[in-house]
């Protein structure tokens, strides 16, 4: 069964929709495998969004993912990967449908709430990163 990595971002935990988002990946048939709130630091968030470290916005990136614990999960389904990047909706908030998580509660594109591993490969590295290996 396929598995991704996903991680409720410290806006969505200090908005309290914790239980809005876990119960769309429930309802959806999704299967949470594991869970676990941690407190991230620059260095993990340089390793997790390496493709970004030279961009002039990360800085603004790290001050919001330490602002405050995050819930990490393991998520496993029939193509999950894709699927919780659709129920997610784009990063760009203006760009992300109602119906989505984005589209529905986020006003901001730093801010949007949720990460979604965004391929089968990544998803393995990124559980590894935040679960070691299980
Ligand atoms: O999270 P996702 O995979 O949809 O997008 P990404 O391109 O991998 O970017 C990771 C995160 O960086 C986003 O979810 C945003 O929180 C942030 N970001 C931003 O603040 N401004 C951008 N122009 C792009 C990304
Ligand atoms: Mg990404």
Known sequence: MERTYIMLKPDAVKRHL?????????????????MKMI???EAVL???????VEKPFFPEIVE??????VLAMIVEGNDVVKGMRFLMGA?????????TIR???????????????????NAEIEIKRFF???
Request: net charge negative; no cysteine; aromatic share 8%.
């Open 18 to 34: 914790m239980g809005e988002v876990i119960s769309r990946i429930e309802r959806k048939g999704f299967n949470i495998i594991n």
């Open 39 to 41: 407190t991230l630091n």
């Open 46 to 52: 340089k390793e997790h969004y390496a493709h970004l």
């Open 64 to 69: 919001y993912m330490v602002s405050g614990p």
């Open 91 to 99: 990063t760009n908030w203006l760009e992300a449908n109602p119906g």
């Open 103 to 121: 589209g529905d509660y986020a006003n901001s594109t730093t801010e949007n709430l949720i990460h979604g591993s965004d391929s089968v490969e």
């Open 132 to 134: 070691g290996n299980i």
